[in-house]
């Protein structure tokens, strides 16, 4: 799902001139975004740099090296595998330190222009085209919104209901602690990108029920994601006890497990 994030940002980009051949690229991310924008990168010739924090797996880590990108991993607030809204704060903080040099430039994925557009363009109508038009609701987490944002904007006036996830150690939608969480790629807190006028309904996912899923997807379904795909499968599944045996509700396995080979449930 990122790769069409981090392609949206960089042809935006692109097309208003905002990158050249020396261009180095920063993005801060714990997610997928970084994988995806160093394969992006790397496809289209600009150096790439990743500011990361500890708490993110190594396997993560791993791949952005692999695809070429340049690594500043900074220190988390409790370690891995716990991330928390402040380890998403600092890393923020040091890329737009490093951006603010010359010939760099930031994606800036929760400030980005570009990916709300390209995600109601692409996701949105792939949801829409792949379940022909039968589709009743979407039921997503989110990290910078844009996704969430974005295929709300392309299917909620087609009277889809669109439920949004967020985890329960640190829930700011519905006011709850501001604490860790297992779901690596979500944040924990309210991005710029978030309209609460696009969201019909909430919910939050504990960790423990997030990884049970995830394990059980595996085994039982053969669908080997991480955590946030067990996250997003968890609500769903509440989802469509509310909204009835009719209902046609999409959710997006987001990412490999291979990202999340050392931690529960798999390490």
Not at 68 to 74: H, P, Q, R, S
């Amino acid at each position: 799902m990122k790769d069409r994030m981090a392609l949206a940002m960089i042809e935006g980009a692109e097309r208003d001139g905002l990158v050249g051949p020396e261009t180095i690229v920063v993005e801060y991310t714990g997610g997928s975004t970084g994988p995806a924008l160093a394969l992006v990168c790397g496809a289209k010739g600009y150096r790439c740099k990743i500011v990361i924090a500890d708490c993110f797996t190594e396997e993560r880590l791993r791949l952005i090296e692999a695809l070429g990108a340049e690594m500043e991993v900074i220190e988390s607030v409790k370690g891995p595998p716990q991330v928390t809204a402040e380890d998403i704060r600092r890393m923020v903080a040091r890329a737009a330190e490093i951006a603010a040099q010359p010939d760099h430039y930031a994606t800036d994925q929760f400030n980005n222009p570009y990916i709300v557009p390209g995600h109601r363009e692409m996701l949105g109508r792939e949801i829409w085209e792949q379940t022909g038009g039968r589709v009743t609701a979407f039921c997503h987490g989110f990290g910078t919104a844009s996704s969430l944002m974005g295929v709300a904007r392309a299917l909620r006036p087609r009277g889809v209901h669109v439920c949004a996830l967020e985890p329960a150690g640190s829930a700011a939608i519905s006011g709850g602690p501001s604490g860790s969480f297992a779901m690596q790629g979500w944040t924990g807190l309210l991005p710029p990108h978030w309209e609460p006028d696009q969201i019909d309904s909430y919910d939050t996912i504990e960790d423990a029920e997030a990884i049970e899923m995830t394990r059980r997807l595996a085994r039982e379904d053969g669908i080997f994601a991480g955590i946030s795909t067990g996250a997003n499968v968890v609500g769903s599944l509440r989802l469509a006890e509310r909204l009835g045996r009719d209902a046609v509700i999409v959710t997006l396995a987001v990412d490999s497990g291979f990202k999340y080979m050392s931690v529960p449930p798999y390490g």
